[in-house]
């Protein structure tokens, strides 16, 4: 079982910058992604970056060039830094833990998510 834990989002004008962080705990198997969703309101969730404990990264095309995502393997720790963010980024994001028991077998943890909002 995995729980995380969410912290980082908040209020921020647009332009500005804000940092995500979510931190796994429990058990973690050494093959494993780590990444972000968001749900804004009347919209289904969205990928928004994803990064595998290998370090490969995919990214939205809404958020290339302005997003990173990057991940601390000794502290099963996922960044998201968001920069040039626009009103349309305001969103409830939420931190996806995926767990690979078994190859090509991967089962999903959320966090409870953490609301971003960019005002105009």
């Known amino acids: 079982q995995v729980h995380l834990v969410e912290s980082g989002g908040g209020l921020v004008q647009a332009g500005g910058s804000l940092r995500l962080s979510c931190a796994a705990s429990g058990i973690i198997f050494p093959i494993n992604a780590m990444g972000w969703y968001r749900q804004a309101p009347g919209k289904q969730r969205e990928l928004v970056a994803t990064i595998a404990s290998g370090g490969s990264t995919n990214y939205a095309d809404s958020v290339k060039g302005r997003f990173t995502i990057s991940r601390d393997n000794a502290k099963n720790t996922v960044y998201l830094q968001m920069n040039s963010l626009k009103p349309e980024d305001t969103a409830v994001y939420y931190c996806?833990?995926?767990?690979?028991?078994?190859?090509?077998?991967?089962?999903?943890?959320w966090g409870q998510g953490t609301q971003v909002t960019v005002s105009s």
């Open positions: 996806l833990f995926q767990s690979y028991s078994q190859p090509g077998r991967p089962f999903n943890y």
